[in-house]
């Protein structure tokens, strides 16, 4: 990109064509580094390793859109794209680090794509647990794409704010997660892992209606309230539930349990998105928030009425790591 605009030649075809294989590379990353994780660390150190993932992965959603902006202001919008660039290459000079391997299947001829796609699925939807886990985390996704189209409208025109303000208080609230994913270890000794995949996000859903109840003047503090405790679960969340899977998954079908489960979760978003914008129209922007916040406030439900509200001994990799 920052050649083609250096020679003026970039387009709109040219940055759809390079979103379009930056996506398919992030996907391909994002099944296979949880999958490769336990072959790495091995399994009694799933959560404190997920939690210094996720803890990596706050910290740069919080830092990097001020680092981005920044770079734009002082060299140009071109040259924090080389940056960019840049740092992908010195992320595959760490990954290229890596030196430990990993057990690969046997299994001579050629594999069915199509039959390992089935099996992939069949074993998300056949364990009561995982279904549960997708389902929170789709519906999740869901009503965050859908609040996500029609937030910034009603920061704007109804609550008032300029785009500084929201900005920083959006980063704020963002620093929940990063909190609670520096924390996910040590709250981890307490407590088992199945008991940290619905217990956070239970008690901290509900403040998903601080958006919604935002307005000028005091309530404005809701929003960072509302984001930082959300943040906050989300972020434990996450690094249960991705140990969890990981501890209950074998080896040799890791990569298609995640791949599924990242179908089935992310294909929310987009939809949310559409939904979102559809009920902005019909409903109006603050109404349309009111649902999607009563939603995610109930959105734990298929956690609560699953298998992982057993004692950790009834669960199996829900016992304490």
């Known amino acids: 990109m920052p050649v083609a605009a250096a020679l003026h ?5 040219h940055l759809a064509v390079v979103a379009v294989a930056v996506g398919a590379a992030r996907v391909l990353f994002d099944v296979a580094y949880p999958s490769y994780l336990p072959a790495l660390v091995g399994r009694e150190d799933l959560v404190r390793a997920n939690a210094w993932l996720e803890s990596s992965r706050s910290a740069t959603q919080l830092a990097g859109p001020g680092l981005g902006g ?3 202001q002082l060299a ?20 290229l680090a890596v030196r430990a391997g990993e057990p690969r299947r046997a299994g001579p001829g050629r594999r069915d794509l199509r039959r390992e796609l089935a099996e992939g699925l069949r074993f998300v939807l056949a364990q009561p647990a995982l279904r549960a886990i997708t389902a929170c985390t789709a519906l999740t996704n869901l009503l965050w794409g859908a609040a996500g189209t029609v937030q910034l409208l009603f920061l704007v025109h109804q609550v008032g704010l300029d785009p500084a303000a929201i900005g920083l208080l959006l980063s704020a609230g963002a620093a929940g997660g990063l909190v609670a994913a520096l924390a996910a270890t040590r709250v981890a000794r307490g407590a088992d892992t199945a008991r940290l995949i619905w217990l956070p996000v239970t008690v901290t859903a509900p403040f998903a209606l601080c958006t919604p109840l935002t307005a000028p003047g005091w309530r404005a503090a809701l929003l960072p309230l509302g984001v930082a405790v959300t943040s906050f679960g ?15 998954c074998s080896p040799g079908l890791l990569g298609r349990m995640n791949a599924s489960i990242r179908f089935l979760v992310f294909g929310a978003l987009p939809l949310g998105g559409l939904l979102g914008g559809l009920a902005g129209e019909r409903l109006g922007v603050h109404a349309t928030l009111w649902v999607c916040g009563i939603g995610l406030a109930l959105s734990p439900v298929p956690l609560l009425v699953s298998p992982l509200r057993r004692p950790a001994s009834e669960v199996g990799p829900g016992r304490r790591q």
């Open 9 to 13: 030649r970039l387009s709109l075809a």
């Open 70 to 72: 920044w770079l734009v």
């Open 76 to 95: 140009g919008a071109a040259t924090a794209v080389v940056a960019d660039a840049v740092s992908f290459l010195a992320s595959a000079g760490c990954l």
């Open 234 to 248: 989300q972020a434990l969340y996450n690094v249960a539930q991705i140990s969890y899977r990981q501890a209950l």
